[in-house]
């Protein structure tokens, strides 16, 4: 797919589709058209989609790396350096051609800011690289808002068959709007450590939500977590943090807040040189969460991450 920016190497087009057929009719030749060239193709789609494209590559889907997004992606800022660069990172020798739809009618407003930001910093994160990503969008199971947003975080949008350039294209301008304050609820309990307390503070994430039903197997999880992001607030964050932990719906909650600014939209998302000392604590607590959600001022950053109970 040659598109309005082709001019550029890394390639981002939204597709907007309205039912199976248009979405059949806009991915399948995408992947056709990829295999043709001789490109490493990839599919991340939720499930029932992925069973459309399956159906309509027939014996061509055994070429395709295919993934059921609701679970390789269930955390949006794992799907960058999970999904998208390992796949690329993987297939060097040319162009790469992925299909992504990290945004569907079944996500909640809580992932929401967490997906659109994903969207968003694909631009950065795959920029100078000969790379397609394709993202298809429900226009008819989508809010408005949200395909407002695609246009904005996509250079080129197809509709229709259609394909123009967007003129609200601004993905710096979508992180910013989406780095949104982070309530916490009055009763949550709450620690303040810094490096002396930092076992202390394991401790204290782990009874808690072992009170608040969190499973067995997942009390290890929530542990590491807890330990890097505690850590690097009290190496990179102002050497001290507040700890804080919780029950939400059907999720525990925990977030660390400290004095830090994290500058860096990427962090946490971009893979680590495999020479490079540290940096991959908040890559980390993507793999591991659920969901994490991000806020980032002046006077401080909370990331929060989310554990199905």
């Known amino acids: 797919m040659r598109t309005a920016t082709s ?17 059949t009719a806009g991915v399948v030749p995408f ?9 490493a193709v990839a599919v991340a789609v939720p499930g029932p989609n992925l069973e459309l494209i399956k159906a309509g590559l027939g014996a061509s889907a055994a070429k395709v790396e295919l993934l059921d997004m609701t679970e390789a992606g ?11 660069r390992a796949f690329a990172d993987a297939h060097t020798a040319g162009r790469v051609r992925i299909v992504g739809e990290p945004i569907w009618a079944g996500r909640s407003a809580m992932e929401y800011p967490a997906c659109v930001q994903h969207e968003a910093l694909i631009n950065a994160a795959f920029q100078g690289r000969e790379v397609t990503i394709l993202c298809p969008y429900d226009a008819d199971g989508l809010e408005p808002g949200v395909l407002a947003d695609a246009r904005a975080t996509h250079p080129v949008v197809i509709d229709t068959g259609i394909e123009l350039a967007s003129d609200v294209y601004a993905p710096e ?17 709450s620690l303040t450590f810094d490096a002396e307390a930092l076992p202390l503070a394991r401790s204290f994430a ?11 197997d ?5 542990a590491l977590a807890v330990a890097e992001l505690t850590t690097n607030s009290v190496v990179h964050g102002g050497g001290s943090g507040i700890l804080r932990i919780w029950a939400e719906g059907e999720r525990i909650a925990c977030e660390v807040h400290d004095r830090g600014r994290l500058t860096d939209p990427l962090a ?4 680590p040189a495999r020479d490079q000392l540290g940096g991959r604590g908040l890559m980390l607590v993507h793999y591991i969460a659920d969901l994490v959600r991000l806020h980032t001022a002046q006077d401080g950053t ?3 991450f989310y554990l199905d109970r």
């Open 7 to 23: 001019d550029e190497p890394f390639v981002h087009p939204a597709l907007f589709y309205r039912g199976a057929e248009q979405y």
């Open 31 to 39: 992947v056709v058209e990829g295999l043709a060239a001789g490109e």
């Open 74 to 84: 269930r955390n949006p800022g794992r799907i960058i350096p999970g999904v998208l």
């Open 173 to 189: 301008e979508v992180v910013a709007r989406y780095n949104q304050p982070l309530a916490h609820p009055p009763g949550a309990a």
């Open 206 to 216: 782990v009874q808690a939500a072992q009170q608040l039903g969190l499973a067995r």
């Open 218 to 222: 997942r009390l290890q999880d929530l």
């Open 268 to 271: 946490g998302r971009r893979p």
């Open 302 to 304: 909370t990331i929060r």
